[in-house]
């Protein structure tokens, strides 16, 4: 599958994008804006919740997908995927990083994180990452 086709499949969804590395979050997010129909962007865990918060209250409405890295400033990507379980028991969380130790991996696991990919991010990858979340939205809509 090509971006164009994985646009026609996925391109409907409005996605929240966390992390605190500004060039892996510039280029990243330039790559999921051409896959989905909204992207918002943020740089730490608490300014991701907060964006999340926002969204909802404008929107009456949650992200389809939040994609955050693990390891931030303010508050990291295993808070900030438990802070919005509390508020979306539902909602489909990806991760994003660098880091694979077991008992983080394991922490996500008991959270209901939908998928978790290495950094550097392989397209490949994240196709099967972001198809497999397609079809679990799919049943759950």
């Known amino acids: ?12 969804y409005k996605v929240l994008y966390v992390e605190d590395d500004e060039t892996v979050l510039s280029k990243v997010s330039r ?3 051409e896959i989905f129909k909204v992207v918002d962007t943020a740089t730490n865990g608490i300014e991701g919740l907060e964006q999340y918060k926002k969204y909802y209250q404008q929107n009456n409405f ?3 997908i939040v994609i955050t890295d693990i ?12 802070e919005i379980r509390k508020i979306s ?16 991996l394991q922490e996500l696991i008991n959270i209901g994180v939908s ?27």
């Open 1 to 12: 599958m090509d971006m164009n086709n994985l646009k026609d499949v996925v391109g409907k």
């Open 31 to 33: 790559m999921f804006r």
């Open 62 to 64: 949650h992200y389809d």
């Open 71 to 82: 390891n931030m400033p303010k508050m990291n990507g295993v808070e900030l995927s438990k």
């Open 89 to 104: 028991p539902h909602q489909e969380i990806f991760i994003i990083s660098a880091h694979n130790e077991s008992n983080i």
């Open 115 to 141: 998928t978790f990919i290495h950094k550097p991010i392989k397209f490949d990858d994240l196709l099967k990452s972001i198809l497999k979340i397609h079809s679990s939205l799919q049943t759950t809509k």
